[in-house]
């Protein structure tokens, strides 16, 4: 025969060989069945000469005189040691982790036969041919490999051979091997998890009675999801955690907020109740609120060494996994200290985030892969996520073969190389140990885990839906299982450690205690709504944006500071220089829209306000206007003049992010509602890209004020102008966040000059703590460098943000007929055209802000030109798209009976024209128009 070394495969070569080279140094230190097994075996790979040590004459002679004895316990040696290997591998494929008792299909790579071995060779062969802890005190292989069986084929399924990195890989399978997070090794309190699960299915069973199909997402048939979430996060305050963040969606929320995040039972029963009563308005803003299951809670927790952990579960909406990048985002502020200059430090000991997925959702939702993309991402990395997959093996009416196309609900995470724990959800051991191996894989790797808890929905997707007439034979078998309580509750009978009827009493009590809470409830006190803080008006208008003129230098002169001996790429000098000399003349226009905001970073960063800004490739700028990076151009060597700016007094972070937009701007969404006293910018490599985020905005960005009381404050700078390009790289698609316009929800602003957007930066930094709102900018791309757009230094040095902007150049107000509205750009084509030169009657205004809408501004402009006639709102954007549709009812508010009109290009599905020809065509068009009195009367679209 040709016995070889690559018959041994996997883990088991690698052990084979230190056993081989136990042997060559001294033979009897292994087996005599061991001995013989080598002797068969060329020199391996990697050793010496396969003459064996000392004294030769106690091993068998070399291959060629084997005999066929010898031949066979070699051959059955590789078998066994691969059948041990692929219980290792595989074991999960026939494990029982389905409490409705579906029994695997197990695999070939599993069964005696496929390794040509038999139970009398595996009894005949020495347990020493596996490494590891299960090899320990077994008679032989035979009981090796049932204790593999064991472990790998129970009611948990191992998945992990997907994971390449080998310290990772070893302890997992010491953990998983040696049961050390298991009971008995790991004890748990069996009379106290009776308890929990009584209180979890006695909160539910109350519901269900008292409230009569009313939608609730009962967790019953997950009951365990509770256990597990306590042991992460009594692991988490032993550790020393200060912060635990907990993002689910609908399924068990209830549970989990009244049993982990301690909301009183009292609040859920008043929202079940729902009062009559709800404020609904407070100074002059609509308060929405939100339906029971999407509310958030949070609670302290005693730690282990008197250390306060401060669980948290931010509120969400419907759209399942949308929370999933958002609560990263929290958590990877709160582990961050921006407190000193220089790059922040990020501290995953201080923070574990645990999210929550649904088994069709996590397959389904995009969100969730471009959120475990950022797990391993510097700048996102929150030191590992513990993942629970509340599996119930059903989306609302469909079933797992129609909504993914992996083995598991959880298939694609293996490509992110994240362990993943199939545990049966009627296992309570099972799952704590589960929950227990996931916490400390995370404690040690700072990486991402998964426990998909799989378990069966007792009801409909809703508890008014009928689930028996989509999944007949499921809701059959569900009607007779018992619950997972009932089922413990029979094992500690079993086990002797309660008496018969114990449990039962258990649960009457919870049930009884709920009763007599719901009878003495109050829902109009007991009804506690989170509302936002709504700053006085005019606080926004207050602020102090300018700064003086020494000090500007001062900070240009600490951009400019380079590293000893670092050398600046020899193309960028001649911007260097420019910048060097930017302060020379105060009153020169030498100020450009990268200085601006470099300066008032800089500055923010000085008054000691901490920046996160992220985007796609922000750091030298989709436009290569910014630089807030340079490399050495010898060595790569990196340099952020902000990061590294002397008079800093908070962190500053620049970084480039991954190429998405709903979990970054999730994600950044996150940390700003989480750390609020920081600046967080959010860049879109062009404005367009912003609908791959619409689920944030709608759903957080802009709704979470009105619907929770949160109070965001992300900044999001989105490119945005026609400058023939094509129908994309134009929009920012402005109409549609002022369709999300109200209840002052954010900030919209698309202003021209450099100042400008210097001051209203710095605004929005002076506001965060005292009238926090997003701030969404249309930021110029042509106009970065354009002459018209730059500022003096002065400009920077006095004024504020203004929100409009009248015409500089009219000498004479009685002689204007008509009043041009615009913003941006178009603003800026408009002032510098050739056609305005001879219009001497028409006035050029600009909307600096577009919401809220500064109609008291307006109107004084307005005022200011008593002859005037006509009002026309210009823009380059099709009519039924740009702020036309929203500004136009203010607009004819303030024109009183002057007309108004629109100049835009006509309607359009798509935003703007395929062809740079047709593009300059129908823009001078436009402009020539805007100046072109004759035109009076209705809206007047151009048409190519
Ligand atoms: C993005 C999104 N699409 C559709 C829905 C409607 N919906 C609510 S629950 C649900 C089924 C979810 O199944 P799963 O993720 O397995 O969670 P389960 O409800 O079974 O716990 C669907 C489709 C939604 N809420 N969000």
Same mark, same amino acid.
Request: with cysteine.
């Given at each position: 025969?040709?016995?070889?070394?690559?018959?041994?495969?996997?883990?088991?070569?690698?052990?084979?060989?230190?056993?081989?080279?136990?042997?060559?140094?001294?033979?009897?230190?292994?087996?005599?069945?061991?001995?013989?097994?080598?002797?068969?075996? /060329?020199?391996?790979?990697?050793?010496?000469?396969?003459?064996?040590?000392?004294?030769?004459?106690?091993?068998?002679? /070399?291959?060629?005189?084997?005999?066929? $004895?010898?031949?066979?316990?070699?051959?059955?040696?590789?078998?066994?040691?691969?059948?041990?290997?692929?219980?290792?591998?595989?074991?999960?494929?026939?494990?029982?982790?389905?409490?409705?008792?579906?029994?695997?299909?197990?695999?070939?790579?599993?069964?005696?036969?496929?390794?040509?071995?038999?139970?009398?060779?595996?009894?005949?062969?020495?347990?020493?041919?596996?490494?590891?802890?299960?090899?320990?005190?077994?008679?032989?292989?035979?009981?090796?490999?049932?204790?593999?069986?064991?472990?790998?084929?129970?009611?948990?399924?191992?998945?992990?051979?997907?994971?390449?990195?080998?310290?990772?890989?070893?302890?997992?399978?010491?953990?998983?091997?040696?049961?050390?997070?298991?009971?008995?090794?790991?004890?748990?309190?069996?009379?106290?998890?009776?308890?929990?699960?009584?209180?979890?299915?006695?909160? =539910?069973?109350?519901?269900?009675?008292?409230?009569?199909?009313?939608?609730?997402?009962?967790?019953?048939?997950?009951?365990?999801?509770?256990?597990?979430?306590?042991?992460?996060?009594?692991?988490?305050?032993?550790?020393?955690?200060?912060?635990?963040?907990?993002?689910?969606?609908?399924?068990?929320?209830?549970?989990?907020?009244?049993?982990?995040?301690?909301?009183?039972?009292?609040?859920?029963?008043?929202?079940?109740?729902?009062?009559?009563?709800?404020?609904?308005?407070?100074?002059?803003?609509?308060?929405?609120?939100?339906?029971?299951?999407?509310?958030?809670?949070?609670?302290?927790?005693?730690?282990?060494?008197?250390?306060?952990?401060?669980?948290?579960?931010?509120?969400?909406?419907?759209?399942?996994?949308?929370?999933?990048?958002?609560?990263?985002?929290?958590?990877?502020?709160?582990?961050?200290?921006?407190?000193? /200059?220089?790059?922040?430090?990020?501290?995953?000991?201080?923070?574990?985030?645990?999210?929550?997925?649904?088994?069709?959702?996590?397959?389904?939702?995009?969100?969730?892969?471009?959120?475990?993309?950022? %797990?391993?991402?510097?700048?996102?990395?929150?030191?590992?996520?513990?993942?629970?997959?509340?599996?119930?093996?059903?989306?609302?009416?469909?079933?797992?073969?129609?909504?993914?196309?992996?083995?598991?609900?959880?298939?694609?995470?293996?490509?992110?190389?994240?362990?993943?724990? %199939?545990?049966?959800?009627?296992?309570?051991?099972?799952?704590?140990?589960?929950?227990?191996?996931?916490?400390?894989?995370?404690?040690?790797?700072?990486?991402?885990?998964?426990?998909?808890?799989?378990?069966?929905?007792?009801?409909?997707?809703?508890?008014?839906?009928?689930?028996?007439?989509?999944?007949?034979?499921?809701?059959?078998?569900?009607?007779?299982?018992?619950?997972?309580?009932?089922?413990?509750?029979?094992?500690?009978?079993?086990?002797?450690?309660?008496?018969?009827?114990?449990?039962?009493?258990?649960?009457?009590?919870?049930?009884?205690?709920?009763?007599?809470?719901?009878?003495?409830?109050?829902?109009?006190?007991?009804?506690?709504?989170?509302?936002?803080?709504?700053?006085?008006?005019?606080?926004?208008?207050?602020?102090?944006?300018?700064?003086?003129?020494?000090?500007?230098?001062?900070?240009?002169?600490?951009l400019l500071?380079l590293?000893?001996?670092f050398?600046v790429h020899r193309k960028l000098e001649r911007g260097r220089q420019k910048r060097? =000399?930017?302060?020379?003349?105060?009153?020169?226009?030498?100020?450009d829209w990268a200085a601006a905001e470099e300066l008032?970073l800089a500055?923010?960063?000085?008054?000691?306000?901490?920046?996160?800004f992220?985007?796609?490739d922000v750091e030298r700028g989709t436009f290569g206007h910014r630089h807030a990076v340079y490399y050495d151009a010898?060595?790569?060597?990196r340099h952020s003049p902000l990061e590294a700016?002397?008079?800093?007094?908070?962190?500053? =972070?620049i970084?480039n992010?991954?190429?998405?937009?709903?979990?970054?701007?999730?994600?950044?969404?996150?940390?700003?509602?989480?750390?609020?006293?920081?600046?967080?910018?959010?860049?879109?490599?062009?404005?367009?890209?912003?609908?791959?985020?619409?689920?944030?905005?709608?759903?957080?960005?802009?709704?979470?004020?009105?619907?929770?009381?949160?109070?965001?404050?992300?900044?999001?700078?989105? !490119?945005?102008?026609?400058?023939?390009?094509?129908?994309?790289?134009?929009?920012?698609?402005?109409?549609?966040?002022?369709?999300?316009?109200? $209840?002052?929800?954010?900030?919209?602003?698309?202003?021209?000059?450099?100042?400008?957007?210097?001051?209203?930066?710095?605004?929005?930094?002076?506001?965060?703590?005292?009238?926090?709102?997003?701030?969404?900018?249309?930021?110029?791309?042509?106009?970065l460098r354009?002459?018209?757009?730059?500022?003096?230094?002065?400009?920077?040095?006095?004024?504020?943000?203004?929100?409009?902007?009248?015409?500089?150049?009219?000498?004479?107000?009685?002689?204007?007929?008509?009043?041009?509205?615009?913003?941006?750009?178009?603003?800026?084509?408009?002032?510098?055209?050739?056609?305005?030169?001879?219009?001497?009657?028409?006035?050029?205004?600009?909307?600096?802000?577009?919401? /809220?809408?500064?109609?008291?501004?307006?109107?004084?402009?307005? =005022?200011?030109?008593?002859?005037?006639?006509?009002?026309?709102?210009?823009?380059?954007?099709?009519?039924?798209?740009?702020?036309?549709?929203?500004?136009? !009812?203010?607009?004819?508010?303030?024109?009183?009976?002057?007309?108004?009109?629109?100049?835009?290009?006509?309607?359009?599905?798509?935003?703007?024209?395929?062809?740079?020809?047709? %593009?300059?065509?129908?823009?001078?068009?436009?402009?020539?128009?805007?100046?072109?009195?004759?035109?009076?009367?209705?809206?007047?679209?151009?048409?190519?």
């Amino acid at each position: 025969m040709s016995l070889n070394w690559r018959d041994f495969q996997g883990v088991n070569a690698g052990y084979v060989l230190e056993l081989y080279d136990k042997y060559r140094r001294d033979p009897r230190s292994v087996d005599q069945a061991t001995r013989d097994l080598f002797a068969m075996l /060329p020199p391996p790979p990697t050793a010496g000469p396969a003459a064996p040590a000392e004294p030769a004459s106690a091993v068998s002679p /070399p291959v060629a005189t084997t005999t066929p $004895d010898q031949e066979r316990l070699a051959l059955t040696a590789v078998g066994a040691s691969n059948l041990a290997m692929c219980i290792r591998r595989y074991g999960h494929l026939a494990a029982s982790i389905d409490p409705l008792g579906t029994v695997s299909d197990g695999d070939p790579a599993l069964e005696l036969e496929t390794h040509a071995v038999t139970e009398a060779d595996l009894r005949a062969l020495p347990s020493s041919i596996v490494s590891g802890p299960v090899a320990e005190g077994a008679a032989s292989m035979w009981e090796v490999i049932e204790r593999l069986r064991g472990i790998y084929c129970s009611t948990t399924g191992y998945d992990f051979a997907h994971i390449f990195v080998v310290e990772e890989r070893r302890w997992l399978r010491e953990a998983i091997e040696t049961g050390r997070f298991r009971a008995p090794q790991d004890p748990i309190d069996p009379i106290h998890l009776l308890d929990r699960l009584t209180e979890v299915e006695a909160f =539910e069973k109350f519901l269900h009675r008292t409230f009569p199909g009313k939608t609730r997402f009962s967790i019953e048939g997950l009951d365990m999801l509770v256990p597990i979430l306590d042991e992460v996060i009594a692991e988490a305050a032993e550790e020393g955690i200060r912060r635990a963040f907990i993002g689910m969606a609908h399924r068990g929320r209830l549970n989990v907020m009244a049993h982990v995040l301690g909301k009183p039972y009292e609040q859920i029963l008043a929202e079940f109740k729902e009062p009559a009563r709800h404020s609904r308005e407070m100074q002059g803003m609509q308060w929405s609120g939100d339906v029971k299951y999407h509310l958030g809670a949070s609670r302290a927790v005693r730690g282990g060494e008197e250390v306060d952990l401060v669980v948290s579960m931010p509120p969400n909406p419907s759209h399942l996994e949308a929370i999933d990048p958002v609560l990263e985002g929290m958590a990877r502020a709160a582990g961050t200290d921006a407190s000193r /200059p220089g790059p922040p430090m990020y501290d995953p000991d201080a923070v574990v985030p645990i999210l929550i997925h649904g088994d069709a959702s996590f397959p389904g939702q995009g969100v969730v892969a471009e959120t475990l993309n950022l %797990h391993r991402l510097e700048a996102y990395s929150t030191g590992g996520t513990i993942h629970v997959i509340a599996n119930n093996q059903l989306g609302f009416t469909t079933d797992p073969v129609d909504f993914h196309s992996t083995t598991y609900a959880s298939g694609f995470a293996r490509g992110f190389k994240i362990p993943i724990v %199939h545990v049966n959800a009627d296992d309570p051991e099972a799952c704590v140990s589960a929950a227990r191996l996931a916490f400390a894989y995370r404690e040690t790797f700072k990486r991402d885990i998964i426990i998909d808890l799989i378990g069966y929905r007792r009801f409909g997707h809703n508890e008014g839906d009928e689930p028996s007439f989509t999944q007949p034979r499921m809701y059959q078998s569900i009607s007779n299982q018992p619950t997972v309580r009932q089922k413990w509750a029979a094992t500690l009978e079993e086990r002797g450690l309660i008496e018969p009827g114990a449990a039962d009493a258990k649960l009457q009590a919870r049930l009884d205690a709920l009763q007599s809470i719901f009878e003495t409830l109050d829902p109009e006190e007991h009804l506690v709504e989170a509302k936002p803080v709504i700053a006085a008006p005019g606080t926004a208008a207050k602020a102090k944006t300018a700064v003086a003129l020494d000090r500007l230098k001062a900070l240009n002169d600490g951009l400019l500071t380079l590293p000893d001996g670092f050398v600046v790429h020899r193309k960028l000098e001649r911007g260097r220089q420019k910048r060097r =000399e930017a302060f020379e003349d105060a009153a020169a226009p030498t100020i450009d829209w990268a200085a601006a905001e470099e300066l008032a970073l800089a500055s923010i960063l000085a008054d000691g306000t901490p920046i996160r800004f992220t985007g796609e490739d922000v750091e030298r700028g989709t436009f290569g206007h910014r630089h807030a990076v340079y490399y050495d151009a010898e060595t790569g060597r990196r340099h952020s003049p902000l990061e590294a700016l002397p008079q800093a007094r908070a962190a500053f =972070e620049i970084r480039n992010s991954p190429l998405s937009e709903l979990a970054t701007v999730g994600f950044e969404f996150g940390y700003s509602i989480q750390e609020a006293t920081r600046l967080v910018i959010w860049e879109a490599q062009y404005g367009d890209f912003v609908n791959g985020a619409q689920v944030m905005l709608d759903e957080f960005v802009l709704s979470a004020r009105a619907k929770w009381g949160q109070e965001p404050s992300l900044v999001m700078l989105l !490119p945005h102008g026609y400058e023939g390009q094509g129908p994309d790289h134009a929009s920012a698609r402005p109409e549609r966040f002022l369709q999300l316009a109200a $209840d002052i929800n954010m900030r919209v602003a698309n202003c021209t000059t450099a100042a400008q957007y210097f001051h209203m930066l710095r605004r929005q930094a002076a506001l965060l703590e005292i009238d926090p709102l997003p701030l969404v900018i249309l930021s110029p791309k042509s106009l970065l460098r354009h002459p018209f757009v730059a500022s003096a230094p002065r400009d920077l040095a006095e004024g504020r943000w203004q929100q409009v902007i009248d015409d500089p150049d009219v000498a004479r107000p009685d002689d204007v007929r008509r009043l041009v509205f615009c913003s941006g750009k178009i603003a800026v084509d408009l002032m510098t055209s050739e056609a305005r030169k001879d219009a001497r009657e028409v006035a050029v205004c600009r909307v600096e802000q577009l919401y /809220p809408l500064p109609v008291r501004d307006m109107l004084r402009v307005i =005022e200011g030109y008593g002859k005037v006639e006509q009002i026309v709102w210009v823009q380059e954007e099709p009519e039924n798209m740009g702020a036309w549709e929203f500004v136009r !009812p203010s607009l004819e508010g303030l024109a009183g009976n002057r007309r108004t009109a629109v100049l835009a290009r006509p309607r359009s599905s798509s935003p703007a024209e395929g062809s740079a020809a047709a %593009h300059h065509q129908n823009q001078e068009r436009l402009i020539h128009q805007a100046f072109d009195l004759k035109l009076k009367g209705a809206n007047v679209a151009v048409r190519p």
